[in-house]
T-cell receptor
Framework: KAGVTQTPRYLIKTRGQQVTLSCSPI?????VSWYQQTPGQGLQFLFE???????NKGNFPGRFSGRQFSNSRSEMNVSTLELGDSALYLC?????????????FGPGTRLTVL | DQQVKQNSPSLSVQEGRISILNCDYT??????FLWYKKYPAEGPTFLIS?????DKNEDGRFTVFLNKSAKHLSLHIVPSQPGDSAVYFC?????????????FGQGTTLQVKP
């Protein structure tokens, strides 16, 4: 069974630009969560989607948004990039919502904002 | 407001000895706690969890202890092996909430020396 895939793996953008990251969950998984990892803050929850609906959102500004498609694939978008948005963005999928002990993470997308 | 804290950024242990990783939380509503392990260039993987109705959960070499009155949990690895060298994240959630999110600590880097 294929794991969680994230594209692209690496991305370099400049301040003010916008970026879209993609996550393909494990086949059959309907929940996708997104996290931001930075050295000082650790892993921070961005949002969780289940059956195309955003179930919850972390404490991030409105520049961070996401969506989930009918095939459970998910995208997250960051508009008006800031230097502080440089981070590893991880997505994770699970069969159902809130099933944290059975969520599988992708390898992440490393975003660098110059 | 960091609701889940791992106050030790790093820990070094000799192979065969016990590793103890600590985690503190502030939100008394949390009722489900998890530990994840992360190797470089990979996403985190689930290690072990504990519900607030228990004070201990074991899985092979890994044991998690929960002290609800102190709002503290710890992960014990016995015996430690070089392959355990990784970043360990603790996380907490309100399990039965329809809007639950997973809150992570900042992580502790464990180095197990041969």
């Amino acid at each position: 069974k294929a794991g969680v895939t994230q594209t692209p793996r690496y991305l370099i953008k400049t301040r003010g630009q916008q970026v879209t990251l993609s996550c393909s969950p494990i086949s059959g998984h309907r929940s996708v969560s997104w996290y931001q990892q930075t050295p000082g803050q650790g892993l921070q929850f961005l949002f969780e989607y289940f059956s195309e609906t955003q179930r919850n959102k972390g404490n991030f500004p409105g520049r961070f948004s996401g969506r989930q498609f009918s095939n459970s694939r998910s995208e997250m978008n960051v508009s008006t990039l800031e230097l502080g948005d440089s981070a590893l963005y991880l997505c994770a999928s699970s069969l159902g919502a809130g099933q944290w002990d059975t969520q599988y993470f992708g390898p992440g997308t490393r975003l660098t904002v110059l | 407001d960091q609701q889940v804290k791992q106050n030790s950024p790093s820990l070094s242990v000799q192979e065969g000895r016990i590793s103890i990783l600590n985690c503190d939380y502030t939100n008394s509503m949390f009722d489900y706690f998890l530990w994840y392990k992360k190797y470089p260039a990979e996403g985190p993987t689930f290690l072990i969890s504990i519900s607030s109705i228990k004070d201990k959960n074991e899985d092979g070499r890994f044991t998690v202890f929960l002290n609800k009155s102190a709002k503290h949990l710890s992960l014990h690895i016995v015996p430690s092996q070089p392959g355990d060298s990784a970043v360990y994240f603790c996380a907490a959630s309100v399990r039965d909430s329809n809007t639950g999110k997973l809150i992570f600590g900042q992580g502790t880097t464990l180095q197990v020396k041969p």
